[in-house]
């Protein structure tokens, strides 16, 4: 029990939510942070918080927790004001209140295992798979030509298996955002694209993952640009990743050349720029996920958020592996690991923290939206 | 590693804005410097947490400030909040120096913004803080670590050895010790006394008992007793603090910003009696703000309410606590614990005294009671529209003016008007040389810079030889 009673503007669905408002009351009342990011400013526009305002705002916080070691209310003052710590809380509950369908909402709650075990198993189907169907001496042979890879598993196989799991992934999460985009618009439509340049722009630069430009705070009280630099190596590399498999599709249909491509071919190219970052970033970010400060952060979701990390670097890592030994006996075995990773990675993408640079995305958008109109947002 | 047994150069006491740049200034000249802190680390700066902006002269607009403030201006408005009690060398001093702590401070690391939502009226003469005033004392501190400056917090000074205007050593308790603390030069930067409840009644009586304190309940003006005691020269109205109404249901100590209320011209004021007391409509934001501590303080009780109806809900600033909120005047009463008869009628006969006019919160408009003792000059609209709405309020103290004496190098005058030979003091604790009474925004902290400056800087100077 707080020795101050305080007030919440609207009644809420979770203890999370609650204590969300609250904090937005406290925030509102003081306002010194409305500089350090674009939380402040949009609060700032309402009096009246509900549960799609809250997921909205707390969708918005990027997690610098500048505002933690600028407040003057922070713990342990009595007021006890910790947003980054709250929101994300907030944030990682929103993921499961959203998820598509209702029923594996569930799969947010131990994410770390449920993903790992999914991945276990997704790479063991691949193996026994083509133990299963290969024989060894192919399987452990060395293949070198073009279409080398689909002498182990066809290429209409591999590609109707993944691109059906891309496009469950891609419906369930297009479900999820449009019902999240509901919530935190008051059903309002995006409107023109200049809200969603905007929105990229910050996106893509992490502009909100910065302090107010003096960088995070992470392990101590000086603050740093660690976090952002990976969380950029992680997902430029992902999109070169996502480049790298796009244009060898290409090749694969419009060109009839198949992989594996030489060394300095496009998909290669980009493929292991990529690869490269989207090991240099994970590894990076695991290492200020342990670091951090555990007060700014929703400890109970360390286990989702470590799972997408090291589904991202085994991803990479497995992919290069293959790069470097697919010339030899080693191929099938990597290959089947490879793919069972990335098969892994492709259905859990609407039930892992891969959602979060969508839901904040959309965050982003209703936020240029709101400045681009300047008006106080309803009370209702 | 602050080291307790070796004598510094400079010994800072306090751990605000005044006495970081006062560090900062003494380091940066050379000097070993040890700063003390009463207050444990997270309650680490006095007043400064809950500052949020730096008053100071500039001849042109900046990336944050809207035009430029000289230094006649600020003068000028200095003149005006303190109706002439301040000493006119040292102020112009002060301003004068402003504009280049201004620039100072970025290159200590702190960080300017734009002025804050509702606060439209001082971007032009006021350096907001990104981040608010922790975030200032955030930089201030990591800069003074940086450049070698020796902190330790939870450690308040419980004695001076002065010996004719001669510092040679200060008591400080630290870890269950008492540490006899040598050093060559004294800069006092540790604040008033407005947390020190005993102290305020020696001049407010009892009263004092049901003052709220905004600041953190360090600023107990502990080294300011001694140091007049020790026959350094007073100044400043010993009686007078800076008081502003703020929600009666505020904690005790360290409410901070959040629990003000900008709501007075919007309605009535009433005190228990359920009758009003003052005219609600003197002055526009900020006087009509800093007024009204002092007269909630002279109330029975120290408690008044702050009531309205329901256009004017979302005319100000929202705050901490909700409104107490009732369908009628009288329920209000009920709810309040005043008696209903009395408020209905204070009301109706408030309500019968508003003339009509063109209602305008911006300007002093032409709203305003006629017949009616205390008359409501501005901004009088009658309270007729439910839901009703009151705000308890009583006096919520920032700062105290008494403070010791100084001259332009921030040096501490003794009684017989000779100076210090190694004592320098800065922020509240000499606020009271410029600022003999009243407020304009952002004044502490530029008292609390500029001075700062100055002191370390003298006191490395005075370290040396």
């Given at each position: 029990?707080?020795?101050?009673?305080m007030h919440?503007?609207?009644?809420?669905?979770?203890a999370a939510l609650t204590?969300?408002?609250?904090?937005m009351v406290v925030?509102?009342?003081?306002r010194?942070?409305?500089g350090?990011?674009?939380?402040f400013p949009?609060?700032?526009?309402?009096?009246?918080?509900?549960?799609?305002d809250?997921?909205?705002l707390a969708?918005?916080?990027?997690?610098?927790?500048?505002?933690?070691?600028d407040?003057?209310?922070?713990p342990p003052h009595?007021?006890d004001?910790?947003?980054?710590?709250?929101?994300?809380?907030v944030r990682?509950?929103?993921?499961?209140?959203?998820?598509?369908?209702?029923?594996?909402?569930?799969l947010?709650?131990r994410n770390?295992?449920i993903i790992?075990?999914?991945?276990a198993l997704?790479?063991?189907?691949?193996?026994?798979?083509?133990?299963?169907v290969?024989?060894?001496?192919?399987?452990?042979?060395?293949?070198?030509?073009?279409?080398?890879?689909y002498?182990l598993m066809?290429?209409n196989?591999?590609?109707?298996?993944?691109?059906g799991v891309?496009?469950?992934?891609?419906?369930?999460?297009?479900?999820?955002?449009?019902?999240?985009w509901?919530d935190?618009?008051r059903?309002?439509?995006v409107?023109?694209?200049?809200?969603?340049?905007?929105?990229v722009a910050d996106?893509?630069r992490?502009?909100y993952l910065?302090?107010?430009?003096?960088?995070?705070?992470n392990?101590?009280?000086?603050?740093?640009?660690?976090?952002?630099?990976?969380?950029?190596?992680?997902?430029?590399g992902?999109l070169?990743c996502?480049?790298?498999?796009?244009?060898?599709?290409l090749?694969h249909?419009?060109?009839g050349?198949e992989?594996?491509y030489p060394?300095y071919?496009?998909?290669?190219?980009?493929?292991?720029?990529?690869?490269?970052?989207?090991?240099?970033?994970?590894?990076?970010?695991?290492?200020a996920?342990?670091?951090?400060?555990p007060?700014l952060?929703?400890?109970p979701?360390?286990?989702?958020?470590?799972?997408?990390?090291?589904?991202?670097?085994?991803?990479?890592v497995?992919?290069l592996?293959?790069?470097v030994?697919?010339?030899t006996?080693a191929?099938?075995?990597?290959l089947?690991?490879?793919?069972?990773?990335?098969f892994a990675?492709?259905?859990t993408?609407?039930?892992?923290?891969?959602?979060?640079g969508?839901?904040?995305?959309?965050a982003l958008?209703q936020?240029?939206r709101e400045?681009?109109?300047?008006d106080?947002?309803?009370?209702t | 590693?602050?080291?307790?047994?070796?004598q510094?150069?400079?010994?800072?006491?306090g751990?605000?804005?005044?006495a970081?740049?006062?560090?900062?200034a003494?380091?940066?000249a050379g000097a070993s410097?040890l700063?003390v802190?009463g207050?444990?680390k997270?309650y680490?700066g006095?007043?400064t947490r809950?500052?949020r902006?730096f008053?100071c002269?500039?001849d042109?607009a900046t990336?944050?400030?809207?035009?430029?403030y000289?230094?006649?201006?600020?003068?000028?408005?200095?003149?005006?909040?303190?109706?002439?009690?301040?000493?006119?060398v040292l102020a112009k001093?002060?301003?004068?120096?402003?504009?280049e702590?201004?620039?100072?401070?970025?290159?200590?690391?702190i960080?300017?913004?734009?002025?804050?939502g509702?606060?439209?009226?001082l971007?032009r003469?006021?350096?907001?803080?990104?981040g608010?005033?922790?975030?200032?004392?955030n930089?201030?501190?990591r800069t003074a670590?940086?450049?070698?400056?020796d902190?330790?917090?939870?450690?308040?000074?419980?004695?001076?050895?002065?010996?004719d205007?001669q510092f040679?050593?200060?008591?400080?308790?630290?870890e269950g010790?008492?540490h006899n603390v040598?050093a060559r030069?004294?800069?006092?930067?540790?604040?008033?006394?407005?947390s020190?409840?005993?102290?305020?009644?020696?001049?407010?009586?009892e009263?004092a008992?049901?003052?709220?304190i905004r600041?953190t309940r360090y600023?107990?003006g502990?080294?300011?007793?001694?140091?007049l005691d020790?026959?350094?020269?007073e100044v400043?109205d010993?009686?007078q603090?800076?008081?502003?109404?703020?929600?009666?249901?505020?904690?005790?100590?360290?409410?901070?910003?959040?629990t003000?209320l900008?709501?007075?011209?919007?309605?009535?004021v009433?005190?228990k009696n359920?009758?009003?007391?003052?005219?609600?409509g003197?002055?526009?934001?900020?006087?009509?703000y800093?007024i009204?501590?002092?007269?909630?303080a002279g109330q029975p009780d120290?408690?008044a309410?702050?009531?309205?109806?329901?256009?004017?809900l979302h005319?100000?600033m929202?705050?901490l606590?909700p409104?107490?909120?009732?369908?009628?005047?009288?329920e209000?009463?009920?709810?309040?614990g005043l008696?209903?008869?009395?408020?209905?009628?204070?009301v109706?006969?408030?309500?019968?005294?508003?003339?009509?006019?063109?209602?305008n919160?911006a300007?002093?408009?032409?709203?305003?009671?006629?017949?009616?003792?205390?008359p409501?000059?501005?901004?009088?609209?009658k309270i007729?529209?439910?839901?009703?709405?009151?705000?308890?309020?009583?006096?919520g103290?920032?700062?105290?003016?008494l403070?010791?004496?100084v001259?332009?190098?921030?040096?501490?005058?003794?009684a017989?008007?000779k100076?210090?030979?190694n004592m320098?003091?800065?922020?509240?604790?000499m606020?009271?040389?410029?600022?003999?009474r009243?407020?304009?925004?952002g004044?502490?902290?530029?008292?609390?810079?500029?001075?700062g400056?100055?002191?370390?800087?003298?006191?490395?100077k005075n370290?040396r030889?």
């Open positions: 029990m707080r020795a101050i009673d919440t503007t609207a009644a809420h669905t979770t204590e969300a408002d609250r904090l925030c509102n009342s003081c010194y942070c409305e350090l990011c674009a939380v949009a609060m700032e526009r309402r009096r009246l918080f509900n549960d799609g809250l997921n909205y969708n918005l916080c990027h997690s610098c927790a500048a505002c933690y070691s407040c003057q209310f922070s009595e007021f004001v910790n947003v980054p710590r709250v929101l994300a809380k990682g509950d929103s993921y499961a209140a959203y998820a598509w369908p209702r029923a594996f909402s569930g947010f709650a770390g295992l790992s075990m999914i991945a997704s790479v063991a189907l691949f193996v026994i798979g083509f133990v299963a290969r024989d060894p001496s192919v399987l452990f042979g060395v293949h070198t030509n073009p279409g080398a890879f002498k066809p290429h196989a591999m590609a109707l298996l993944f691109g891309f496009l469950y992934a891609l419906v369930a999460i297009t479900m999820s955002l449009r019902a999240f509901r935190i618009s059903g309002e439509s409107g023109g694209m200049s809200s969603i340049w905007r929105a996106a893509g992490l502009r910065d302090g107010g430009n003096a960088g995070c705070m392990d101590d009280d000086r603050p740093t640009d660690r976090r952002k630099h990976y969380h950029h190596a992680t997902f430029y992902f070169l996502f480049a790298s498999t796009s244009v060898a599709t090749y249909y419009l060109l050349r992989a594996p060394w071919d496009l998909p290669v190219v980009l493929g292991t720029i990529g690869g490269i970052g989207l090991v240099v970033g994970p590894v990076g970010l695991l290492v996920k342990w670091r951090r400060d007060v952060v929703d400890e979701r360390f286990g989702m958020d470590v799972a997408f990390i090291m589904m991202l670097l085994l991803t990479s497995t992919g592996l293959l790069l030994f697919r010339a006996p191929m099938g075995m990597l089947a690991v490879h793919l069972g990773v990335v990675l492709f259905l993408l609407p039930y892992s923290k891969f959602v979060h969508l839901y904040r995305f959309l958008v936020y240029a400045s681009a109109s300047h106080q947002v309803a009370d | 590693m602050a080291d307790l047994s070796r510094y150069d400079v010994l800072v006491a751990g605000g804005n005044a970081l740049c006062a560090a900062i003494a380091r940066r410097v700063v802190e207050a444990p997270f680490r006095g007043n809950h500052t902006n008053r002269a500039h042109s990336e944050t400030l809207t035009g430029p000289s230094e006649e201006e600020f003068f000028d408005d200095l003149l005006r909040i303190t109706g002439g009690q301040t000493d006119e001093h002060m301003i004068r120096e402003s504009k702590v201004l620039v100072w401070l970025g290159e200590q690391g960080r300017f913004q734009p002025s804050l509702g606060t439209l009226t971007g003469t006021n350096a907001f803080f990104l608010g005033g922790r975030a200032m004392l930089a201030l501190y670590e940086d450049l070698g400056v902190v330790v917090y939870d450690a308040p000074v419980t004695a001076l050895d002065i010996q205007g040679l050593s200060a008591s400080v308790q630290f010790k008492t040598r030069t004294l800069v006092a930067a540790c604040g008033g006394f407005e020190n409840i005993e102290w305020l009644k020696e001049y407010w009586g009263a008992e049901n003052f709220l600041g600023n107990r502990a080294v300011l007793r001694m140091l020790a026959g350094v020269q400043g010993p009686t603090c800076h008081a502003v109404a703020i929600d009666a249901r505020a904690p005790k100590y360290d409410g901070g910003i959040i003000r900008d709501c007075v011209v919007f309605g009535i009433v005190n359920a009758v009003r007391f003052y005219d609600e003197e002055d526009i934001w900020p006087k009509r800093a009204w501590g002092r007269l909630v120290q408690i309410y702050i009531i309205f109806d329901a256009p004017s005319l100000f929202p705050s606590f409104p107490v909120t009732a369908g009628t005047i009288r209000l009463a009920q709810k309040l008696d209903p008869d009395t408020l209905d009628k204070t109706a006969d408030f309500n019968a005294a508003v003339r009509p006019g063109t209602f919160h300007d002093l408009d032409d709203c305003r009671t006629e017949g009616l003792t205390p409501k000059t501005h901004w009088a609209r007729e529209k439910a839901p009703f709405y009151a705000y308890p309020v009583r006096p103290i920032t700062f105290t003016y403070g010791v004496r001259n332009e190098e921030s040096r501490m005058l003794m017989d008007g100076p210090a030979a320098f003091a800065a922020g509240e604790i606020a009271g040389n410029v600022l003999g009243g407020y304009a925004a004044i502490g902290m530029t008292i609390g810079s500029v001075f400056r100055l002191a370390g800087r003298g006191a490395a370290a030889n």
